[in-house]
DNA sequence: CCGCATTGTTACCATATTGTTACCATATTG
DNA sequence: CAATATGGTAACAATATGGTAACAATGCGG
């Protein structure tokens, strides 16, 4: 999960995992069934009971019986040992988008694209692309809603935080342009950052 | 599943079951990946495009690639054959919870036409079609009111949002008519777009 | 304080979109 | 049956949008 880019934490035993829970802000739960002291389920109800976080059950019980009782506690999915990581990855993926976890991963690809949203920086083909910051702002966030189309007045304020500004449609214009310069292959016909006639500009997937 | 009381329709091959979905009102699917025709990964696609149905694939492929690529096509869920009945009807229920709350807030469907109001983007047979701003807002205030007959005023009021304009009839008119000839297979004889004369136009169900 | 990188401003161009006008066919009205 | 209103259609004009470059202002490190 680290190497995915996420934040994680850990706990060896139910109470210290309800604990953990308690005093910081999870966004997901990956949850063994057996567990020394109070077993998964128990857990995992104790957890439903006030937040609504969602949780996956990872057991290497697989009899059908648990993945039943896993499901009824409330759980949001179950994964029997032994899995595969990718499985187990994108399962993690689609449960915080859809619990609309703004999964603040430590990075955004697309195709060769890769923005480091942790250090800042922007890889394309795996060299270094050396942005301005605002450059930067700007591309972090047409890549935080990757695909979506969002309009200058959406940019101007997301990145450069001015609701209004009567420079603001120019200044947008003119750095979609700089980054287009740094970042596409051909900055007159792009491939990456699309615009929407009227509409604004998106990051595309690829 | 019809023991659990839902409502079951089945096709044995993808296009056949391209074409129930496409006919029918549909809640979830169930989705073997081995099929005849098509396969399943890519009658998936097929409806991702327009619809937004959840998906659970279903199979005896128990390859993790094939887990892995399910899940990418934007399935659900993904359980492997053998299963167990109670867990199907568990995930099932599940995800039909899930989709309940935020089902169809994004999406206007009527027969081949599709208008997705959360991006602003508007499907013929799931061709997107590309729409100028104000032919879109014109659609969408339409599609609002399905099969409603709106006069020229109020397409005004809503789609523009002038009150009065003495150039709005023929606005109106010359905009009904660039829809036309974006989205009906023959503009001079409008399938979707239809007009009540002396009364307005609506978009009809089909 | 200087020089340079970054950021902001302005201007111009091409073209897509929007608005306007005119004309025709046909339904509705008197 | 003529007069009128309505809607379809195309062509044209005005405007808005986005691409582009060049230039000015700002800020920062040495």
Redesign the interface.
């Known amino acids: 999960m680290r190497d995915d880019g996420y934040n994680v934490m850990t706990s060896s035993s139910g109470e210290e995992g309800l604990l953990l829970i308690k005093e910081n802000d999870i966004d997901l739960i990956l949850l063994d069934i057996n567990l020394p002291g109070i077993d998964g389920l128990e857990v995992c109800n104790r957890i439903k009971i006030t937040k609504h976080i969602p949780v996956i059950f990872l057991s290497c019980r697989d009899q ?1 019986s648990d ?2 009782s896993g ?2 506690t409330g759980a ?2 179950y994964i029997r040992k032994p899995f ?1 990581h ?2 187990l990855s ?2 993690v993926k ?1 449960l915080l988008n ?1 619990y609309q976890v703004q999964s603040d991963l430590g990075a955004i690809e697309t195709g060769f694209l890769s923005i480091r949203t942790d250090r800042e920086e922007v890889y394309f083909n795996s060299n270094k692309v050396m942005l301005t910051p605002v450059e930067y702002k700007l591309l972090e966030v047409l890549g935080e809603k990757l695909n ?2 969002l309009s200058w007045e959406v940019l101007l304020k997301e990145a450069w935080g001015y609701e209004e500004w009567d420079g603001g449609r120019e200044m947008v214009k003119v750095n979609i342009r700089r980054l287009r310069k740094k970042i596409e292959p051909n900055p007159s016909q792009p491939v990456y950052i699309l615009t929407e ?3 604004g500009y998106k990051l595309a997937i690829i």
Do not use: A, Q, T
Request: glycine share 6%; net charge positive.
């Open positions: 059908d993945v039943i499901l009824e949001e999915d595969n990718r499985e994108l399962r689609k859809r979506w189309v006639r009227g509409r």
